[in-house]
């Protein structure tokens, strides 16, 4: 494990948005979602792809508070453009179960 320094910590900008809109995405090469989160005022609403189809329906995914790196560059997806990293861990199978805000706070609070 290489070890990091508060100020390598500090560039990493996660923050806490609501999913607007989920989006099934039959283009993509593995099982995937087109997600749409609000990230709040200052950020406003950005796009990912994600594939978390093996643990969640789109139904239960909205309204959900996640918490996404927000300043990656931009990656082109096929003909979709994924605007942030939606965070999340793998289970024992390999899946992907994302990051929560258990308590809600406002759309785009900073990680700290």
């Given at each position: 494990m290489d070890v990091i320094n508060w100020a390598d910590f500090e560039k990493v900008d996660?923050?806490?948005?609501?999913?607007?809109e989920v989006?099934?995405?039959p283009e993509a090469k593995k099982p995937a979602y087109k997600v749409r989160v609000d990230f709040g005022e200052q950020l406003g609403v950005k796009t990912?792809?994600?594939q978390i189809t093996a643990k969640y329906n789109k139904e239960e995914l909205l309204g959900k508070q996640i918490v996404g790196v927000?300043?990656?560059?931009k990656k082109q997806i096929g003909k979709f453009m994924s605007e942030f990293l939606l965070t999340g861990f793998h289970?024992?199978?390999?899946?992907v179960c994302i990051t929560v805000v258990d308590k809600k706070v406002p759309d785009g609070a900073k990680l700290c």
């Open positions: 996660l923050r806490a948005g609501t999913i607007i989006l099934d995405f990912t792809s994600a927000v300043n990656f560059p289970d024992e199978e390999g899946n």
